[in-house]
């Protein structure tokens, strides 16, 4: 079965830093990656998505991730971060193996960004 | 274009009861997901729905159950409640299968 670990539970960045959030992935082949994010009493917000191809993507909000094969990651990365990026941001996985199947995401634990001022 | 409506918004049950919770798509969406978030194990996926037919389930008791009508609106229902359904529960949207979901504000389950 697939899994996704994101390592860092709470992450601390001041306003204007850069930030980078982790995330493995345990899965047969190449899977759909994503980045979702979550502010507070809100649904998820899709930040950004791999499929294939250029490994670097870009998303919304400055947001961009990096596929890596050899690792099993795509972490997240933002060069200056704006107090309005504090919120819970998710990793997922989408199966590319079984027909039909495609919007089953398997989400990490999440991680939350506090940004200080 | 409307988001994804999620009704209702808060709710609070005893234990034993039933619940039914509604999720409208994004017009023109076909397939409509829903996830369980709960502070212990997360987000996990409860079944989709595709042209009301259920195209995929998570691992869940069969107390869980949903539908979706011929207009894509969805609605999930959870018989018997215990505490531990207690959650905030996820409706999402897709024009596609690839995983790029829409996700309503959650319909917020409590359990007595």
């Known amino acids: 079965a697939q899994s996704v670990t994101q390592p860092d539970i709470h992450i601390t960045v001041s306003e204007g830093a850069s930030l980078e959030l982790r995330c493995n992935y345990s899965?047969?082949?190449?899977?759909?990656l994503f980045w979702y994010v979550q502010s507070p009493g809100q649904g998820l917000q899709l930040l950004l998505k791999?499929?294939?191809?250029?490994?670097l993507v870009q998303g919304i909000k400055g947001f961009e991730a990096e596929f890596k094969r050899s690792q099993s990651s795509f972490n997240l990365r933002k060069p200056s971060v704006h107090w309005s990026d504090a919120a819970e941001y998710f990793c997922a996985v989408g199966e590319t193996m079984i027909k039909a199947a495609g919007n089953k995401l398997t989400f990490g634990g999440g991680t939350r960004v506090l940004v200080k001022p | 274009k409307a988001g994804v409506t999620q009704t209702p918004r808060y709710l609070i049950k005893t234990r034993g009861q039933q619940v039914t919770l509604s999720c409208s798509p994004i017009s023109g969406h076909r397939s409509v997901s829903w996830y369980q978030q709960t502070p212990g194990q997360g987000l996990q996926f409860l079944f989709e729905y595709f042209s009301e037919t259920q195209r995929n389930k998570g691992n869940f008791p069969g107390r869980f159950s949903g539908r979706q009508f011929s207009n894509s609106r969805s609605e999930m229902n959870v018989s018997t409640l215990e505490l531990g359904d207690s959650a905030l529960y996820l409706c999402a949207s897709s024009p596609t299968q690839t995983g790029e979901l829409f996700f309503g504000e959650g319909s917020r389950l409590t359990v007595l």
């Open positions: 791999y499929f294939s191809g250029d490994t």
């Open positions: 899965y047969g082949a190449t899977p759909y």
